[in-house]
Nanobody, 125 residues
Framework: QVQLVESGGGLVQAGGSLRLSCAAS?????MGWFRQVPGKEREFVAA????????YYASSVKGRFTISRDNAKNAEYLQMNSLKPEDTAVYYC?????????????????????WGQGTQVTVSS
């Protein structure tokens, strides 16, 4: 069964940190994180290439968030530091199950094949 399972969300004060994890039940290639708030479209946060050597961030999180992966575990992580109230959203893990290129860091939701169920991150002011 194809699954992406996220964990690590929660409530944190502004300036605090959280680490999100995502475990896949299948071999993944590019992986990413997106977030969504009610009434808005899903927003790209970060992506990591298959090798882990290439990363890409939304300008709103660059310098504060770090994406990484562990291919031995088919897992990815999002370390979120210096959190702001505007980071409050449901965060979704995404994975590509097709090999397209080893350095790909896709930022469009349509470029991913599978999605996690989402985990809530709430940052209080």
């Amino acid at each position: 069964q194809v699954q992406l399972v996220e964990s690590g969300g929660g409530l944190v004060q502004a300036g605090g940190s959280l680490r999100l994890s995502c475990a896949a039940s299948f071999t993944t290639y590019a992986m990413g994180w997106f977030r969504q708030v009610p009434g808005k479209e899903r927003e790209f946060v970060a992506a990591v290439s298959w090798s882990g050597g290439n990363t890409y961030y939304a300008s709103s999180v660059k310098g504060r968030f770090t994406i990484s992966r562990d291919n031995a575990k088919n897992a990815e992580y999002l370390q979120m530091n210096s959190l702001k109230p505007e980071d409050t959203a449901v965060y979704y893990c995404a994975a590509r199950a097709r090999f397209i290129c080893s350095a790909c860091v896709p930022s469009d939701p349509s470029e991913y094949d599978y999605w996690g169920q989402g985990t809530q991150v709430t940052v209080s002011s």
